[in-house]
């Protein structure tokens, strides 16, 4: 089995519907509701199946992402090459184009002191797996990576920008006492959520805090859990029954009206509403619904599966500074009123929101995001991210990273796959 850069996946023939991100390469497939999505992940299971190899599968309303990597030697190969021409083969047979500018992938970078004392609490909030001394990774590939590096002097103040960290009501109290454990403080606590900070001061809001925030009343529901989004995850005995949980719940999603994101894994598969969607008219039913369909396939809930993020940014002047990561982000604005929120269109990546900053933080944020895109969008975005009011603070890595700053400092570095020859997130 050959081990292959980006690069080299991206130049063999037949993979021109797929882009290499920093792990793995993806592609977007858009379709015309959760059922024609269904119809493309059960022909891309039965050629996984053939080839012994399964990709990541994100079945949306309007479309299906996947994502292939080989995981027993952590880099692209030839098989990959192999199932993304299949998988593309058959999307076309169903009359399905990708859409390679589709896909991104966020990342969160943390400066630290010491980073050995860091990733403990981090771990823990987060409840990830540790890829590597300096790399945290949801152990179902669904939300992003935790990436820390090297901070040369303190920078004690607090951060602009913080995560939310939602999880089942269940495990938040063994949450917190592993925060403690792990150095953390809690720096405030209300009803709803409580927020942690790690030694060196970046915050993690840690919720929910009592079951009734936590669960639907409705006995039929009970295998969710509720945070800012409502998800349960099913473990599967194989990944032939994750699809055909996946269809089952495709055709109650397009019966029921309200979408959901459906997301196939080798082990499971994890159904989730999407921030606050839950609070829509019917979403307790279709809840109900799947509830039932995943039992009647001898199925079991396994609330450790649920992991819900958010990001949040702080800032004087709001509106300037979200204009900037929409068009960073490739987001779209929460359409709801009186929110300042932005969410992946695709709901790939997790949603951010703004909240009003008192008085000004003048120091440069501990934390901040990487933004990977494909290498032949990259340049575009930075543009229309200068063009919506940021700036650039450096291109000496350019066309590998920029690294690029919103209207009151916070930053985002926009990066391609990584060159095998250099060292970067």
Known sequence: MTILTPQQFEDAGGTGDWRALNAGADAWFATSSHRAGA???????????????HPDVDLRRDGVHLRLFSHDVAALTERDVALAREISAAAAEL?????????????VAIDATDTAALVPFWQAALRFDRDADDVLADPLGRQPRLWFQTMDAPRPLRNRLHLDAGTPWELVPGTTEALLAAGGRITYENQWWRTVADAEGNEADVFPLAAEHGTFADPGASDWRTMLTAAVHYPTRSFVQGVELLEAVAGLADDAGPPLMVDLRYRGVTVDGGKDQHEAEGFVALARAVQSAARGLGLTADPTGVRDVQLGIDALDIEPVKDFWRAALGYVDDPRPGLHDLYDPR????????????APRAQRNRIHLDLFVPADRARARVAAAVAAGGHVVSDAEAPSWWTLADPEGNELDIAVAPDPAKTRS
């Open 95 to 107: 009359g399905l184009r990708a859409d390679p500018a589709a896909v991104q992938r966020l990342q």
């Open 347 to 358: 709901r790939l990546n997790p949603p951010v929101f703004f909240q009003q900053m008192d």
């Open 39 to 53: 119809g493309l992940v059960r022909r891309v299971a039965e050629l996984a199946e053939a080839a012994g190899h």
